[in-house]
């Protein structure tokens, strides 16, 4: 989605629905983690996963859609 920032710059922002859906997406992928051949790397996945759903709700709240 478009959004216009605090200095008035247009710019592009996750919709802040699809944010949360992509941060339970990646807490699911923690409780699958032991299934994996590799459960680090798995959490390690799940975990950045996370962190990048995160940023991109907070982009969002900070240009006012969420």
Do not use: H, T, W
């Amino acid at each position: 989605m478009q959004a216009v920032d605090a200095l008035g710059i247009l710019g592009y922002v996750v919709d802040p629905a699809r944010a949360v859906e992509a941060l339970g997406e990646a807490l699911d992928g923690l409780g699958s983690a032991d299934r994996c051949p590799n459960p680090d790397y798995a959490v390690g996945g799940a975990f950045r996963d996370a962190l990048d759903a995160f940023a991109d709700y907070v982009d969002a709240y900070r240009v006012g859609a969420a």
